[in-house]
Nanobody
């Protein structure tokens, strides 16, 4: 059974940092590209960052470029998102995602709240 389990969210002040993690199981993590998405209340889910299976290439949504870094540890089957210089507009539920066996798979999400 494919599982994605996010963690690391929380309440942070504007300008602060968080490191999100996504622990995976049930598929060959090292052979799959991975992504982080986020969804704020009343808004559509949006792609934040993507990384290829071997970490050779990454891509970011424009508003997080230079502030967020996606990475992965294939030995630990874990995906990360380092989020720095957080802004109130970054507040959302953050989800990790992959496509395996033709299906999109989502975790349960981790809440990020940015507030003073």
């Amino acid at each position: 059974q494919v599982q994605l389990v996010e963690s690391g969210g929380g309440l942070v002040q504007p300008g602060g940092s968080l490191r999100l993690s996504c622990a995976t199981s049930g598929f060959t993590f090292s052979r799959h590209a991975m992504s982080w998405y986020r969804q704020a209340p009343g808004k559509v889910r949006e792609l934040v960052a993507t990384i290829t299976s071997n970490s050779a290439s990454t891509a970011y949504e424009d508003s997080v470029k230079g502030r967020f870094t996606i990475s992965r540890d294939n030995a630990k089957n874990t995906l990360y998102l380092q989020a720095n210089s957080l802004k109130p507009e970054d507040a959302a539920v953050y989800y990790c995602n992959t496509i395996t066996r033709g299906f999109g798979v989502w975790g349960q999400g981790t809440q990020v709240t940015v507030s003073s």
